[in-house]
Nanobody, 115 residues
Framework: QVQLVESGGGLVQPGGSLRLSCAASGGIFSINSMGWYRQAPGKQRDLVAAKTSSGITTYIDSAKGRFTISRDNAKNTVFLQMNSLKPEDTAVYYC?????????WGQGTQVTVSS
């Protein structure tokens, strides 16, 4: 049973930084892609950033230049460094893993950007 466990959310002032972490476990041999989605109240869940096992990265336009995704393939972990946070970044952030045609999600971690 694959499990994704997230950490690192919280409350931060505008302009601040947060680092999200996600560790996958459950007898995983390899992960095709790991990434982060977010969902604000009343809105759909959208991709924020993702990184394949070969190193190809994808970012939502609003995250480019502010967020950085990284992976430790050996430890099946993914990180999202978020800088220059804005109130519109407030959402529940979900870790996602694509493993051989199956999709797995973490439980979500709240990120609130407010003064």
């Amino acid at each position: 049973q694959v499990q994704l466990v997230e950490s690192g959310g919280g409350l931060v002032q505008p302009g601040g930084s947060l680092r999200l972490s996600c560790a996958a476990s459950g007898g995983i041999f390899s992960i095709n892609s790991m990434g982060w989605y977010r969902q604000a109240p009343g809105k759909q869940r959208d991709l924020v950033a993702a990184k394949t096992s070969s190193g190809i990265t994808t970012y939502i336009d609003s995250a480019k230049g502010r967020f950085t995704i990284s992976r430790d393939n050996a430890k099946n972990t993914v990180f999202l460094q978020m800088n220059s946070l804005k109130p519109e970044d407030t959402a529940v952030y979900y870790c996602h893993a694509h493993i051989w045609g199956s999709h797995y999600w973490g439980q979500g971690t709240q990120v609130t950007v407010s003064s």
